[in-house]
C-alpha cells in the first residue's frame, strides 16, 4: 500500500524567508508519480508540480524549488523569499502506474501542510 | 483549454435530505472522473473514481454514491445524508492514461444540520 507523510502539521514564517516543506512517501511500485498541491483558503486545489519515479532531477520555477530524493523517499518542496500571498495548505501526493491500460490511476494523499506566511 | 465546474458551491441540508453535486469538464473526451472529500482535519480522500459512462468504482463503503450518465459529468449523490456528511467536496478530472495530473474543480461546501 502507497502512503505520504507530511510530518509538518504547521509552519509560520516570516515575509521573505525561505521554507521548506517535507514529504515522505511509501511504495512497492518502481513506476511512480509525485505531485505537490496548493491549497488556498478558497478551497481549489491547484495544481504545482508532477515528477515521476525515473527523473530524479531537481527542479526550480520562480521561487519554487523541488528536491526528490529516491534514496530517502523524499519530495520535499522550498519556497524562497516567501510572500503572504503563499499562506495555504501544501499538499503532497503519490499515485502509482497501473497498467491495465494503465486508466485508472488514484492519487494517495499526505495529510497537508498549513503554512503561514507573516508580513 | 480544459475546465472543470461543480455546483453547487455551497450547500446546508438537513439530515434525512437527499443530495446532489454535479460536476462537468469541458474541453477534453473521455476522461477519469474523481469524487473526493475533505472532512475537518484537512485529508483527502477518494469515494468514488470513474474510467467511462456507467463505470464507478467505490473507494470506501459510505452513504454516498455516484453516477456518471455522459461522458464528462459526474453527480455525486445520497438519498439521506447524515451529519457526518459534511465536508468539501472536491470533483477532479484527469486524462485517460497512467500517470497523468489530476486536476480538481472548485469544490463545494457541505453542511448537514
Known amino acids: 500500500a502507497q502512503k505520504v507523510t507530511q510530518a509538518q502539521t504547521e509552519i509560520s514564517v516570516v515575509e521573505k524567508e525561505d521554507v521548506t516543506l517535507d514529504c515522505v512517501y511509501e511504495t512497492r511500485d518502481t513506476t511512480y508519480y509525485l505531485f505537490w498541491y496548493k491549497q488556498p483558503p478558497s478551497g481549489e486545489l491547484v495544481f504545482l508540480i508532477r515528477?515521476?519515479?525515473?527523473?530524479?532531477q531537481n527542479e526550480i520555477s520562480g521561487r519554487y524549488s523541488w528536491n526528490f530524493q529516491k534514496s530517502t523517499s523524499s519530495f520535499n518542496f522550498t519556497i524562497t523569499a516567501s510572500q503572504v500571498v503563499d499562506s495555504a495548505v501544501y499538499f503532497c501526493?503519490?499515485?502509482?502506474?497501473?497498467?491495465?491500460?494503465?486508466?485508472?490511476?488514484?492519487?494517495?494523499f499526505g495529510k497537508g501542510t498549513l503554512l503561514t506566511v507573516n508580513p | 483549454s480544459q475546465t472543470i465546474h461543480q455546483w453547487p458551491a455551497t450547500l446546508v441540508q438537513p439530515v434525512g435530505s437527499p443530495l446532489s453535486l454535479e460536476c462537468t469538464v469541458e474541453g477534453t473526451s473521455n476522461p477519469n472522473l474523481y469524487w473526493y472529500r475533505q472532512a475537518a482535519g484537512r485529508g483527502l480522500q477518494l469515494l468514488f473514481y470513474s474510467v467511462g459512462i456507467g463505470q464507478i468504482s467505490s473507494e470506501v463503503p459510505q452513504n454516498l454514491s455516484a453516477s456518471r450518465p455522459q461522458d464528462r459529468q459526474f453527480i455525486l449523490s445520497s438519498k439521506k445524508l447524515l451529519l457526518s456528511d459534511s465536508g468539501f467536496y472536491l470533483c477532479?478530472?484527469?486524462?485517460?492514461?497512467?500517470?497523468?495530473?489530476?486536476?480538481f474543480g472548485e469544490g463545494s461546501w457541505l453542511t448537514v444540520v
Open positions: 501526493a503519490l499515485s502509482e502506474a497501473r497498467d491495465s491500460g494503465g486508466s485508472n490511476y488514484k492519487l494517495t
Open positions: 515528477r515521476n519515479s525515473f527523473d530524479e
Open positions: 477532479a478530472w484527469a486524462a485517460g492514461y497512467s500517470g497523468n495530473t489530476i486536476y
